[in-house]
């Protein structure tokens, strides 16, 4: 959702189904983690499977994933707030 807050937590690890920061040519995008059949990256936008993105060695050499997305925050004046969540 366009303006959310997002809270990254770098030190954990991706478990299946995870959204994580990667940055992939040169900006940061989310992307949903899978592990099966094997661990690849879904595109939120298309649903498109994509490879794990690898080490960038001609930059840095740090790691392409940011981190783990653990919470979502969202203005509840924007009038896309979800007033009846299903549990």
């Known amino acids: 959702m366009q303006g959310a807050l997002l809270v990254v937590d770098s030190s954990l ?11 992939i040519e040169g900006e940061y995008r989310i992307k949903r983690y899978r592990t099966s059949p094997r661990p ?5 936008e298309n ?3 994509e ?7 001609n930059a840095t050499g740090s790691n392409p994933v940011f981190g783990v997305i653990t919470y979502i ?15």
Do not use: Y
């Not at 925050?73 to 549990?87: H, K, L, Q, T, Y």
């Open 51 to 57: 490879d794990l993105p690898g080490h960038d060695d």
């Open 40 to 44: 690849h990256l879904v595109n939120l």
């Open 47 to 49: 649903g498109n499977r």
């Open 13 to 23: 690890s991706a478990c299946d189904g995870s959204l994580l920061i990667c940055a």
């Open 73 to 87: 925050i969202n203005d509840a004046r924007s009038g896309e707030f979800d007033d009846c969540p299903v549990m």
